[in-house]
């Protein structure tokens, strides 16, 4: 038995020594202390044995199975630190590299054209303000001279919130708003979102951006309003775009005009986008009332102003050659990521 002892613990030795992964080192751990392992076998037959010889065979037995267990750890430990410094070794990082930044994110091509927009106005002299998307069928519609009842306003078709309050159809209350408090001379832009319950279409959509224009004070023109005009969208468009004005009609000014810009498609040859006119309609302008100032207490005697309104979709598309207003919203990245 002592025999079998010494040989059972050289083999051990051995077999601790020779694991080369920690897969066989669990192998030889089975071998020799697992349930049915030779060790283990050993512990079993101390029964066996004559009363004299129990204690001391017993006991070596005993630090045979302490040592082993500790040998076994101690060359887990060893593989793990080989097979860690392998796969740093594996893993080398220079960390002189400069590090990798995540995409940044950008603006909106809507929000970039405003943001561009807003800049040439104001470099025109023009401050900016802005009012609630949430508006008073008072501020939208009766003191912009559209009173109850009235044809125009079935020109726009409205989201009603309830018999007083709707979604903005233009930024034209913002002008009300602003002439409520504020003495002329006025000379402001008034940019925002504004809604009206239409069809989506390739020129048309249920949600929209204006940026509307106002100057109010002694001697103003329409010629001033045609300059203002001219030098802004050739700032926008280029040099080499041409303008035309039509005699047209809103309630909130007289006169009144439509603004059309030579095809940005065809150059004015005529095209699919413009249906052979070689114009595009691009906004809305005119002198102001004389009823609207008097819905603020203008003197319409003393005071005359011009106002106008766009939309920036359009403007944007127009620049772009974008043919179709559904592709700002549908947030494909295939579209965006070119602006």
């Not at 001391?56 to 097979?83: C, D, P, Q």
């Not at 007083?164 to 602003?178: D, E, G, K, M, N």
């Not at 030098?231 to 809103?250: A, C, E, I, N, Q």
């Not at 009332?289 to 008097?294: G, M």
């Amino acid at each position: 038995m002592p025999d079998d002892l010494k040989l059972i613990e050289t083999e051990f030795h051995q077999a601790v020594t020779g694991a080369a992964d920690p897969r066989a080192l669990e192998e030889v751990r089975v071998k020799y202390l697992g349930r049915k392992g030779a060790i283990t076998e050993l512990l079993k037959q101390i029964g066996t044995l004559p009363p004299e010889e129990r204690r001391t065979f017993g006991a070596r037995v005993n630090e045979l199975k302490i040592a082993a267990a500790e040998m076994i750890e101690s060359r887990k430990a060893a593989l793990e630190s080989v097979e860690t410094a392998a796969k740093m070794a594996a893993e080398v990082v220079d960390v002189t590299l400069p590090g990798r930044r995540p995409p940044a994110g950008r603006k909106h091509i809507v929000t970039q054209a405003l943001d561009e927009i807003v800049e040439i106005l104001k470099g025109m002299g023009f401050a900016v303000e802005y009012g609630p998307d949430l508006e008073t069928d008072y501020y939208n519609f009766e003191a912009l001279n559209f009173p109850p009842n009235h044809p125009a306003r079935d020109m726009q078709d409205t989201f009603w919130i309830d018999d007083v309050h709707l979604l903005r159809t233009h930024t034209s209350p913002v002008q009300i708003h602003v002439m409520e408090r504020v003495q002329p001379p006025v000379r402001v832009i008034m940019p925002g979102r504004c809604f009206r319950n239409e069809s989506v279409s390739v020129r048309s959509h249920v949600m929209f951006h204006q940026i509307e224009g106002l100057y109010v004070d002694e001697g103003v023109t329409f010629g001033d309003l045609k300059a203002t005009l001219y030098t802004f969208l050739k700032m926008w468009l280029g040099m080499d775009v041409d303008l035309r004005f039509r005699p047209s009609f809103f309630p909130f000014t007289e006169p009144s005009a439509e603004v059309d810009v030579s095809c940005m498609f065809c150059k004015g040859s005529g095209c699919r986008v413009c249906k052979q006119s070689g114009w595009l309609e691009l906004l809305g302008a005119g002198m102001v009332d004389p009823n609207v100032f008097a819905s603020v207490g203008y003197d319409a005697e003393k005071y005359t102003g011009y106002a106008w309104g766009l939309g920036i979709e359009r403007l944007t598309m127009m620049k772009y050659g974008i043919e179709d207003i559904r592709l700002f919203w549908q947030n494909d990245m295939r579209f965006l990521e070119q602006f």
